[in-house]
């Protein structure tokens, strides 16, 4: 892909999650594994498919709210009731639980979509006029990667609610994708549906476009000779490579995630698929765009900042202090750190010689500047990662590595 083809917004978007991701995912051996039928895969050359709906009775579904735009609310939430999105090979699983009770309500206007880079979460293509652009992360109980890729109710409203949350968050570095509507069938724990994440960061800024930090590295699956993104944007701006990519991508992502830690206890997944860099027209870097908020948080923090826990299950994470710090170790040292960081740092080696350690110590300088209080929350001297085999349901199966973080 070539660099100068991001400016075309929300199509060249959908290009880099779709086909450039070629050797993004060999983080671990179940990373490139996945159940879904190859139709609905992202890299598949079909362009789109539609998304069954329905019209429910206002009465049998729970809504979630974090401030939507009033175009895209009026869209999902109408008067007449509310339209409930089903991914296709949901809709057609006869095993899925509930499904005969949205099959009995009238259907609707399907939803034409694309998928993105995490499979489950697609691009509406056509909305209507005067409706925002917004993906929809769907319910599809099929394995992809480690998971199976339910989405209950409490995972719609934890979702919703870290949105909310999030507004209230101030540093120029940081943006976020905002889960502002979130629709379950029912009201029980059970109860499934969907989200409906907007297009536009917020805060938003005009003249902006987005780099999934996957497609800075990645290969692109139609151009394999072309070089990554990075290289390109370095070559173009003719920057120094090591200190452009600390100051331009790992210090921002760093200090983002440590704040959103420190200040609110939302662990951020910042890893390479939900991270995006914002650019402006020069393709110089501006900011760390965020998504998907189905997260740990650390109530421990969030009571020691004086803020509420609107979230369920417990506040997202274990019970135990250690447990805790488990919990940091596995988002910062291998999300971040092994699964992101690390790929950078190849394409640093492999184009520029740059030897890696040099990059991970100037990394862990901003660390501990943005964590000065990172012994309370991390393990010290080990790290952890989950282990390598599939777990059972959505539960967390963690490793002891028995080493010391190389990136904090």
């Not at 809709?91 to 509930?98: I, L, S």
């Not at 507004?167 to 379950?184: S, V």
């Not at 994440?197 to 497609?215: K, M, N, Q, S």
Request: contains cysteine; aromatic residues 12%; glycine residues 6%.
């Amino acid at each position: 892909m070539d660099l100068a083809s991001v400016t075309q917004g929300d199509q060249a978007l959908l290009y880099m999650e779709r086909y450039v991701d070629e050797g993004a995912r060999t983080y671990s051996p179940l990373a490139g594994r996945t159940e879904a039928a190859p139709r609905y895969r992202p890299e598949s050359d079909t362009p789109w498919f539609d998304l069954v709906t329905f019209n429910a009775p206002r009465d049998r579904v729970s809504v979630f709210q974090a401030d939507p735009a009033p175009a895209l609310l009026h869209h999902f939430i109408r008067p007449e009731g509310v339209l409930f999105a089903v991914h296709p090979e949901t809709w057609a699983n006869d095993t899925v639980e509930g499904l005969g009770d949205i099959r009995a309500l009238p259907r609707d206007t399907p939803i034409r979509v694309a998928p993105t880079a995490s499979t489950r979460t697609v691009l509406a293509l056509e909305p209507p006029k005067n409706v925002p652009g917004h993906f929809l992360k769907l319910h599809y109980p099929v394995r992809i990667s480690r998971f199976n890729r339910e989405l209950r109710l409490k995972n719609i409203h934890n979702s919703v609610a870290v949105s909310r949350d999030l507004a209230n968050l101030r540093f120029d570095k940081f943006a976020y994708l905002p889960d502002t509507l979130g629709i379950a069938f029912g009201a029980d724990e059970q109860s499934w549906g969907f989200l409906i994440r907007e297009t536009w960061p917020r805060p938003f800024v005009t003249g902006r476009f987005l780099i999934p930090c996957f497609a800075l590295y990645a290969g692109d699956l139609n151009h394999p000779d072309a070089p990554p993104l990075l290289v390109q944007m370095i070559d173009r701006l003719a920057a120094e490579p090591v200190p452009f990519v600390i100051n331009r991508v790992f210090a921002p992502v760093v200090e983002c995630w440590a704040r959103v830690a420190r200040e609110r206890g939302i662990l951020l997944e910042s890893h390479a698929q939900n991270t995006l860099l914002e650019v402006d027209r020069d393709f110089v870097p501006r900011r760390v765009v965020h998504r998907d908020f189905d997260v740990w948080v650390d109530p421990g923090a969030r009571h020691r900042a004086g803020l509420e826990i609107p979230f369920l299950g417990r506040g997202m994470a274990a019970d135990t202090d250690e447990a805790v710090k488990q919990h940091y170790s596995l988002v910062y040292d291998q999300f971040i750190g092994h699964h992101f960081f690390g790929y950078v740092a190849g394409i640093l080696k492999s184009y520029y010689g740059v030897d890696e350690e040099i990059v991970r110590a100037q990394v862990r300088e901003v660390f501990h500047r943005s964590f000065p209080d990172a012994g309370r929350s991390f393990p010290a001297r080990t790290m952890f990662k989950f282990r390598n085999e599939v777990p059972p349901g959505r539960n967390v199966m963690l490793e002891d590595m028995q080493q010391p973080s190389v990136w904090r």
